[in-house]
């Protein structure tokens, strides 16, 4: 009878139990949990703050008991792995109340310890009032401590998902709360241009949102920030990013990696082929990077609990490595990302070209219809798609789950310019968004016509640029940018020779599509420099 010790008892280590047990009834199976829970939903911990999940007993999945009875599962909590003995293939497990210290033999041993918070060493960063979110205790410590004393000004300081989710559920449960981001913007999974809707959407719902500083000092009432700025926290919250648990893999002389984090093998054994590591703790390769990062979301850590499990059973593993797939609720919107944004790929030195369209997420009749902000990055001159992101209050998290599929499977701007997706006007439109996106950049990739991007509008504007709004004069009149020209793309064909022949032309309407059709208009009368504002007005207005 096989003996497989897991170490952690959360998202890698009891979805590698799990498997085990699937795969081999007789086999002996003990997890070791440090804290007094196993198997919590740890990315829903943040939404016990705004009482969206009304009592923090649910955020527990499993138990012990419901593990030994479903799972013949032994689980142990308050059970700390402190040593690991190779050699002689056993572990030292310290009882976290009594402080005992025992030993358990393994014939295999798993390794899911995850990561913890990282705490900046700061003044201040011990004080009563600071906290950190990774488990059922902290998010209970966390609410109790803001509900005892009445706490009206927090300060979350990250803006990370875990800052992010916990800096809304904070407001939404009606707190002050302001978000310190040390970043440009906040998500950096997303670039610039469309983080700028998640600011607005922030800003709108009354956070006090500081980006481009960072903390300094925790004072007992208020933090004070790297630019000197003072900001009002009765509790501070910590998300400035998590740090491998690597300390007993260490000590055991197993390999950490270049990252920092545990170096694993495709099929997540460890420099010791009897220990397997999984999680937030392990490094994995990135398949569009080619090399190894560090990657904390629950999905993979799910998907190498199997394949390790699978891998100790002779069922062979596929690893293409990750791509680094999310998705966030930022209060009324939906925002999604997958693959390299524009701004990671050009630090690597890829080739890539990348489109912004806005288009409705369902047809317009329908009353739940609005726009959704999509941008798709892709590999020049191959075509090869290689990241996307959408924000919109609809489905932005489905249209990223298509193109995650489609950079698995290598897909070009082709492929999905072809893709058959279903359609009906309360789901989606006919040609959906992502279809769009594949479009434009196909007409990008084929020289019939030129863009510039949305952040580019100001330096335009400065420079007195020619620029043409192809808006009607109702939508002009109530706001356009300095020194534009308006010509709705309905006068356009009896007005066009009012377009200067000699200079750069700039065409944008609301969402860029009535300033597609104007720029292709000209460019098939003549005109040769001519340029598509890709995001429009919608995009101008938050940048
Ligand atoms: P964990 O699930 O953290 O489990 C590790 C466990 O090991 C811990 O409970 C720890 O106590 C225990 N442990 C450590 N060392 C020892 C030891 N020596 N002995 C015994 N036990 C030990 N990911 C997403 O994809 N989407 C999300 O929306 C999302 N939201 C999140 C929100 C929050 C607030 C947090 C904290 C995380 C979120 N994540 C999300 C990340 C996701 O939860 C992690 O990627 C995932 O849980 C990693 O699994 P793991 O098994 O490596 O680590």
């Known amino acids: 009878m096989k003996k497989v010790v897991i170490v952690g008892g959360v998202a890698g280590g009891a979805s590698t139990a799990a498997r085990i047990r699937r795969l081999d009834e007789q086999a002996q199976i003990v997890m070791f949990e440090r804290g007094p829970h196993v ?75 995850g990561a913890s918070p990282i705490v900046p060493n700061i003044p201040g960063n011990n004080l009563p009032h600071v906290f950190t979110v990774r488990n059922v205790v902290d998010i209970e410590k966390l609410h109790n401590a803001i509900v005892e004393n009445d706490a009206a000004n927090i300060a979350v300081i990250g803006g990370g998902f875990i800052g992010v989710e916990v800096a809304e559920n904070l407001r939404l449960a009606g707190r002050n709360v302001s978000l310190v981001q040390s970043a440009s913007h906040i998500l950096t999974s997303f670039d610039d241009d469309m983080a700028q809707l998640l600011h607005k959407e922030m800003l709108d719902e009354g956070v006090n949102l500081i980006v481009g500083d960072g903390l300094a000092e925790i004072h007992t009432s208020s933090v004070v920030l790297r630019s000197g700025k003072e900001v009002a926290a009765d509790i501070v919250v910590l998300a400035i990013g998590v740090h491998p648990e690597t300390k007993l893999a260490a000590e055991a002389g197993l390999t950490i990696g270049e990252t920092g984090a545990i170096a694993v093998n495709e099929n997540y054994q460890t420099s010791d082929s009897n220990i397997y590591a999984v999680g937030d703790a392990i490094e994995v390769y990135h398949r569009l990077m080619g090399k190894k990062v560090r990657l904390a979301l629950a999905g993979p850590a799910q998907r190498q609990a199997r394949a390790a499990a699978d891998h100790m059973y002779g069922i062979p593993v596929t690893n293409k490595g990750v791509i680094g797939s999310s998705s966030i609720q930022v209060f009324n919107y939906a925002a999604a990302s997958t693959g390299l944004n524009e701004r990671t790929a050009k630090q690597l030195g890829l080739a890539v070209e990348a489109v912004y369209v806005i288009a409705p997420d369902k047809v317009g009749l329908m009353p739940s219809s609005n726009p959704l902000h999509f941008k798709l990055i892709y590999e020049v001159p191959t075509g090869r798609i290689i990241g996307a992101q959408a924000i919109g209050k609809g489905n932005a998290d489905k249209r990223i789950d298509v193109i995650a599929t489609l950079i698995t499977m290598n897909g070009t701007v082709d492929d999905l310019k072809e893709l058959e997706l279903s ?43 020619y620029i043409v709004d192809v808006r009607e004069p109702n939508e002009f009149a109530n706001g356009a940018l300095k020194g534009a020209v308006n010509i709705p793309l309905s006068q356009l064909r009896e007005r066009m020779n009012e377009i200067p022949t000699d200079v750069p032309v700039y065409v944008h309407c609301r969402s860029a599509q009535r300033s597609y059709n104007a720029v292709m208009a000209l460019n098939n009368s003549g005109y040769t420099n001519v340029f598509n504002v890709s995001g429009s007005f919608l995009g101008i207005c938050l940048y």
């Open 423 to 465: 359609y009906s006007p309360m789901f989606s439109t006919a040609k959906d968004v992502v279809n769009i996106a594949a479009l434009v950049a196909n007409n990008l990739m084929a020289g019939r016509f030129q863009q510039v991007r949305v952040s580019d509008v100001r330096r335009l504007v400065e420079e007195g640029a």
């Open 39 to 113: 198997s919590f939903s740890n990315c829903s911990l943040p939404f016990y703050l705004s009482g969206v999940v009304p009592n923090s007993k649910r955020l527990l999945m499993m138990t012990p008991d419901s593990f030994e009875q479903k799972h013949n599962i032994d689980a142990r909590v308050n059970s700390e792995v402190i040593a690991i003995n190779r050699d002689e293939q056993y572990v030292h497990v310290k009882n976290t109340v009594t402080g005992d210290v025992t030993t358990e033999r393994y014939d295999t041993l798993v390794l899911s310890p």
